[in-house]
T-cell receptor, first 113, second 111 residues
Framework: EPEVTQTPSHQVTQMGQEVILRCVPI?????FYWYRQILGQKVEFLVS????????KSEIFDDQFSVERPDGSNFTLKIRSTKLEDSAMYFC???????????FGPGTRLLVL | KQEVTQIPAALSVPEGENLVLNCSFT??????LQWFRQDPGKGLTSLLL?????REQTSGRLNASLDKSSGRSTLYIAASQPGDSATYLC??????????FGTGTRLQVFP
């Protein structure tokens, strides 16, 4: 069964460093999303992406964040200068069409020291 | 402000019981609602999606209902098993694809 994959599973970085989180969505899906979950808190929406551009972004998704689909299979989230409060589990998701089921990847646990 | 809440926060039941998890949302202009399962430290597994035009969806021992007028959804789990132990999340979208999540119900089914 097709699934969303994410790499790395864990990443530890120093405050101020850049990180890139990678995702491979389900192959025929067209809509891509990033969410995050700070330990003990709700899952929060960050950004949605369709047709090579951002469809919607949350207040969390400020200038330090960017997304890219560099090729036909990968979808990346870049954090330019990480802060302690960026420590969270980051989930990528994809769906085949608007309003369809969003399938989530296993997540990348990011720890900023 | 669009919000999703879930009660109870935690539930512990003996194996074999039928149970209901509740989810409520503040905006009746819901687009769709999705139920997920999350195991500790893991990702989200989609269980059921209910479109705004539907009243319920079923998958195996799971049945989810949607009542837009009262702002509620329920997830019914029949004949619960220890393997059902996990956190169950509901998430709603309103006019866009952005999912707004509840805080989840942590379910423990003991043998």
């Amino acid at each position: 069964e097709p699934e969303v994959t994410q790499t790395p599973s864990h990443q530890v970085t120093q405050m101020g460093q850049e990180v890139i989180l990678r995702c491979v969505p389900i192959s025929n899906h067209l809509y891509f999303y990033w969410y995050r979950q700070i330990l003990g808190q709700k899952v929060e929406f960050l950004v949605s992406f369709y047709n090579n551009e951002i469809s919607e972004k949350s207040e969390i998704f400020d200038d330090q964040f960017s997304v890219e689909r560099p090729d036909g299979s990968n979808f990346t989230l870049k954090i330019r200068s990480t802060k302690l409060e960026d420590s969270a589990m980051y989930f990528c998701a994809s769906s085949g069409a608007r309003g369809e089921t969003q399938y989530f990847g296993p997540g990348t646990r990011l720890l900023v020291l | 402000k669009q919000e999703v809440t879930q009660i109870p926060a935690a539930l512990s039941v003996p194996e074999g019981e039928n149970l209901v998890l509740n989810c409520s949302f503040t905006d009746s202009a819901i687009y769709n609602l999705q139920w997920f399962r999350q195991d500790p430290g893991k990702g989200l597994t989609s269980l059921l999606l209910i479109q705004s035009s539907q009243r319920e969806q079923t998958s195996g021992r799971l049945n989810a209902s949607l009542d837009k007028s009262s702002g509620r959804s329920t997830l019914y789990i029949a004949a619960s098993q220890p393997g059902d132990s996990a956190t169950y999340l509901c998430a709603a979208s309103f006019n866009t694809d952005k999912l707004i999540f509840g805080t989840g119900t942590r379910l423990q089914v003991f043998p």
